[in-house]
């Protein structure tokens, strides 16, 4: 199996602090990878780097073998590289629907096709995609109107829609209640399965974790400190050691 | 595999009071909070004695400075109570906390106010006392504690350093004369000197001054070290809790953080 | 009858009293004509405004480059009356095109405030630039060539300012049905989402301004012809009154809504004549009283009204 993306050696400091120093990740195609880490252990800041939100200053991050380093945000999510937000973002004076509707990929997106309508195909994709997260019925709601629990599935129907070759997911059940959080992780796991998503997953939560990723990544301080199965890693007293805050 | 409910094996209330020794100060009940519309707690109880000292571990997003947020009133709380010496104080503003509930709350590092001299800041802790004449009172009495800060009181809070910013911080909360003290990670920022700095002085506060401490501490081994029990937060729930020292000897609680 | 059978209705009941209105109030006219060209200030102003989230501050510069542009081309061409000003239009609305275009994508990459601020700005140099302009008369102003048919001047533009006003409105209601309308709406609800789903929201804020700009060019013209004196900072480059209220229009209306700047303009427009003729002396304070209720307890406008009162029939979201 191919990487599809490439992070190797990454350094990026902010001042004088070092959020990543040498970091060094591969997710391959079709699989579920997880990234962990306590507070200030430069997951945020790599998964920043790799969506473009700065340059880096070292390393290289490459995507179907194509750098991203020194793309922008737009750009990088034009290649197929789709990112969800840990607050949740959607358009919320839309409806459903038309938060679907503005998810098409943009890649192929020539300047006539700003005037372009909506074909027949294009709403009966959205609408199959809200029906896979069960939010057919309020496809009409704006989405400001749904609850926490609904926009998450919301903005995860969008980021299919936008047929991502990889999924970067911020912290995906974060702040929904437990009874929700199985719905999610469900969607999450047939994305891959049927729709060939490739997963790259932030999570605080270990459980969800633990049942979702094959392979994850732990840094801490900067660095990677461990890699391999869910169970490896579990196991693994360097990283418990970090999560406990051994200095 | 789902996610499997975190019921099994979370301790009970009786467990909880029987940490407090029975009669606890503060109370948490069955608490769901977040902020704005992100629902953060799933039901968290708590329970802290008078001059006992209670530190929340737990791994990151899990919840443990949104306890301490939510027992100020700085979170939506969507059910649950918190009583502090038997009155509900659930839906009181921090302001109230502060000025009636005798609850203060020290936030994670650098709130200082950095142009303002060590007196000034420790003046603005007084701001709720209603005169200036009574907020100098309250922190002439905090400066002759600590003789550290009273040697500095004319400079900016800006140029101390960070044992020193830390003290400043926590003196400030002080000059309301709180009877607890909300903590949140004392340790975070701060060179390794100046942590057991820190904590000598809460440890003070609690043992010479009888003020009940709940922290949240991210280095989960100093703080089971300095506190009397230990909670573990996950997901948004008490998974485990115990004295102190019995959740430091124990394995199983660094498994506990990877889900375990 | 179905809504599109009631809109078609309803558009079709105000055409035939906007063609016949000259006939019958013909003491107005020139009132009347005004009304269409503050439509089509709210309307324009609501492209960027309220479907996009961008508050300028200072498309006000379109209309007048639109108006210098047009009194140039009738003084210095030695086209016939006619020809003139319709090439004068024609030409206005290209160079306003042509400057949105150009200073688009700096202007638009401030956001917010700075925007608002910056947008502003632009407004009052432009009044100050033509003010000192000797080529276009400076602060004397200039005065565009007289209508070959003397007192038939103000219907001609009040018809030619209708059919503008129409014809925007009719573009952006198809503009706003396609891609193009989700995508703005998207860049105000959340332009860092925008961005990171991969719309290209630079293209499209550009756009946007741009069509603001080419309809503003092309009523410049129009209006310094129905006045019959071309003065750069009481009308040309008007920030502190046309540009103002073309913000309080489309508010008034309901932002972010086809019929919302048409109705805001309408109801502002008409109290604005009643105050001048009938507070005269207190018609400024009138106006600024208004303005201020407005702000304060009207932020969502008639149309935001109507939307919370009968959701059904008017709430915004739904893909017409």
Known sequence: M????????????????????????????????????????????????????????????????????????????????????QQTRVYGEMSALSNMLISIPAARAGFASMFAGFARETVERAEALLEFVGLAEKRHLLAGDLSFGQQK?????????????????????????PTLINGVIERLRRANAEMGVTLLVIEHNMRVMMGLAQRIYCLAHGQLLAQGTPAEIMNDARVIDAYLGAH | MAAAPLGDGAPGLPA??????????????DLVAGYGRMQILHGVSLRVAAGQSLCLIGPNGAGKSTVLHSIYGFTRITSGRITADGADVTRLSPNEKLARARIAYILQDNSVFPDMTVEENLWMGGFLLGSARK???????????????????????????????????????????PRILLVDEPSIGLEPRYIDQVFEILSDLQKREGKTIVMVEQNARKGLQFADVGYVLVAGRVVRAASGRELLDDPEVGRLFLGG | MSPRARTAALCGAILAVALAAPWIAPAIVVQMAFLWLMILFALTWDVCGGQMGYNSFGNVVF????MYVCAVIQRDAGLGYFTAVFAGMGAGAVACTAFAALLGPAMLGLRGPYFAIGTLGLGVAAADLAAATEYIGAGSGMAPPVYPGGAGSARFYYYVLMALAMLAWLVLRWLYSRRFGLAVNAIRDDEDKAEAMGLHTTRYKAVAWCVAAFFLGLAGGPTGNLVGFIDPRELAFAGPTFGVWMVLMAMLGGRGTIWGPVIGAAIFHVTQELFWTYLLGWQRVAMGLLIVLIVLFFPKGVMGWLAERWPRRFARGAVR
């Open chain 1, 2 to 85: 191919s990487a599809l993306l490439e992070v190797s050696g990454v350094r990026k400091a902010f001042g004088g602090v070092v959020a990543n120093d040498d970091v060094s990740i591969e997710v391959t195609a079709g699989a579920i990878v997880g990234l962990i880490g306590p507070n200030g252990s430069g997951k945020t800041t790599l998964f920043n780097s790799i969506v473009g939100y700065h340059p880096i200053d070292a390393g290289s991050i490459r995507f179907e073998g194509r750098e991203l380093s020194r793309l922008r945000v737009p750009e990088i999510a034009r290649l197929g590289l789709v990112r969800t937000f």
């Open chain 2, 16 to 29: 909880l009071d029987a940490l407090a020794g029975g009669a606890p100060l503060l109370a948490l009940d």
């Open chain 3, 63 to 66: 209309f007048g480059i639109g």
């Open chain 2, 135 to 177: 907020a100098r009172e309250a922190a002439e009495r905090v400066l002759a504690k600590y003789d550290r800060l009273a040697r500095r009181r004319r400079q900016r809070a800006g140029v101390l350093s960070g044992g020193e910013r830390r003290l400043l911080e926590i003196s400030r909360a002080l000059i309301m004369d």
């Open chain 1, 153 to 177: 599935l919301l903005e995860l129907a969008m980021a299919l829609m936008a047929e991502p070759r990889l999924l970067l997911l911020d912290e995906p059940t974060a702040g929904i209640n």
